[in-house]
């Protein structure tokens, strides 16, 4: 129950994200062509800030894509086993996925760390680079969080002999 309350939240905090990503960037890109067209004001900020949302929009959408499983994926190995052995082999590449996020969280979180270090700053906005590159952090430590969750429901699933598998369910019904 408490997992499912901590996953809706994400959710929510995950939509508001890609909600006010999408804004900036569609205020930032419509701003900047009218200026190209008719002010002819120079705002190089506009690109840097439609940019960094739009990075924000991506790396969050791979979270919500993993979740919802609307990733593309190819499933010629998986689509060949039924029942408990394809839960297996979808677990296992559940882990993968966890041990290549929890990686890639790892070195964006020491990026970040180096980026706050050396004080780096964006050339148009002058905001701390450390900004743009906690999208990194921020998108796979949800991964991280939300496909742990997922994969060890995965496996309880798996351990209870009263739970029959959609497949085993289909299997059992022929």
């Known amino acids: 129950m408490i997992m499912k309350k901590l996953l809706n939240g994400l959710t929510s905090v995950e939509n508001v994200i890609m909600v006010a990503a999408f804004a900036i960037m569609v205020i930032c890109t419509f701003t900047q062509v009218l200026n190209r067209n008719f002010f002819k004001l120079s705002m190089p900020w506009l690109d840097e800030a439609s940019t960094y949302s739009m990075i924000f929009m991506a790396l969050i959408g791979t979270e919500v894509g993993?979740?919802?499983?609307?990733?593309?994926?190819?499933t010629a190995v998986v689509d060949k086993f039924y029942g408990r052995t394809r839960q297996v082999i979808i677990i296992v590449a559940k882990i993968v996925l966890l041990v290549f996020s929890v990686s890639v969280l790892?070195?964006?979180?020491?990026?970040?760390?180096?980026?706050?270090a050396t004080g780096q700053t964006s050339s148009a906005m002058g905001l701390p680079m450390a900004v743009p590159y906690s999208a990194l952090v921020i998108s796979f430590a949800m991964i991280v969080f939300v496909q742990t969750i997922t994969t060890i429901k995965m496996i309880v699933r798996l351990k209870d002999p009263n739970v029959d598998t959609p497949d085993t369910r289909e299997e059992s019904a022929a």
């Open 66 to 74: 993993l979740r919802d499983g609307t990733q593309i994926s190819v």
């Open 106 to 116: 790892i070195s964006s979180i020491k990026l970040v760390g180096l980026q706050l």
